[in-house]
């Protein structure tokens, strides 16, 4: 498995957090920054990260802004992205589980460091249902995004 994380300057500090438990996990990220908290545009880290997840060279996302608001609507732009902005560790779980949610998107002044790796375990450890209604709605859902 490997993530794409990207952040800009209201989510730097979070993200270096959740690098720290990434790779205490063991798990492959490609850090797209930015690194540090001097003023960024947030739609430049959504799109690096997005074209990492769409291209196949990551299989998941994880983007972290001020409230996480602005990166999720940045992401959800993207053709193939679905990002989900989850301040809750059910949240991430069943977006994974019913949406193959495939960007997380959290608020680094929303959510502290503790629940933030919580929030990325249950987003990576979730595997989609494959339910026949979910797969339908996301069929719809993409169809529908197409016209």
């Known amino acids: 498995m490997k993530i794409a994380i990207g952040c800009d300057h209201g989510g730097y500090e979070l993200k270096l957090e959740v690098l720290k438990h990434l790779k205490e996990r063991g798990i492959e990220f490609i850090d797209f920054g930015c690194n540090d908290t001097s003023s960024v545009d947030y739609p430049t880290y959504a799109k690096e990260v997005t074209s990492a997840v769409v291209s196949k060279e990551a299989e998941l996302g994880i983007l972290i802004c001020g409230t996480g608001l602005g990166m999720s609507m940045a992401a959800n732009k993207v053709e193939g992205i679905r990002a989900a902005l989850c301040h809750d560790a059910f949240s991430a779980a069943a977006t994974k589980e019913h949406n193959n949610a495939n960007v997380l998107c959290m608020g680094g002044r929303i959510i502290g460091p503790g629940l933030a790796n919580l929030i990325v375990d249950k987003f990576i450890d979730t595997p989609f249902s494959n339910d026949e209604r ?6 719809m859902f993409d169809s529908s995004m197409a016209q």
């Open 134 to 139: 979910h797969i339908r709605r996301l069929s």
